[in-house]
Nanobody, 124 residues
């Protein structure tokens, strides 16, 4: 199973930006559906964004502030987060699943592989 390692979290003020990275142990990520989820304290783990060769999906709350991308040759996925608010605070996880069909997966139950998470804290 692919191993995933997130990085790039930290403390930022409201309105600031962060870029998260997720490095995968696979030789290439081209055959994977990959996603970002986040979990605030005491809350469920929520879908943020997903990327696949067939397209990209975002959660409604992203509202054009976040951009997901990936470099298949580097086996790395990114999440550029702009105009952050305190509501964006939480642990951000990346996830991956092999997907050969035209299918962008957005449910956490679809993903068997997870990283350890990276903390994002947005101060007011």
């Amino acid at each position: 199973q692919v191993q995933l390692v997130e990085s790039g979290g930290g403390l930022v003020q409201t309105g600031g930006s962060l870029r998260l990275s997720c490095a995968a142990s696979a030789r290439t990520t081209i055959g994977y559906s990959m996603a970002w989820f986040r979990q605030a304290p005491g809350m469920e783990r929520d879908f943020v964004a997903a990327i696949h060769w067939s397209g990209i999906r975002y959660a409604d709350f992203v509202k054009g502030r976040f951009t997901i991308s990936r470099d298949n040759a580097k086996s790395t996925m990114y999440l550029q987060m702009n105009n952050l608010t305190p509501d964006d605070t939480g642990v951000y996880y990346c996830a991956a699943v092999v997907e050969s069909r035209r299918n962008i997966r957005t449910k956490k139950s679809d993903y068997p592989a997870w990283g350890q998470g990276t903390q994002v804290t947005v101060s007011s």
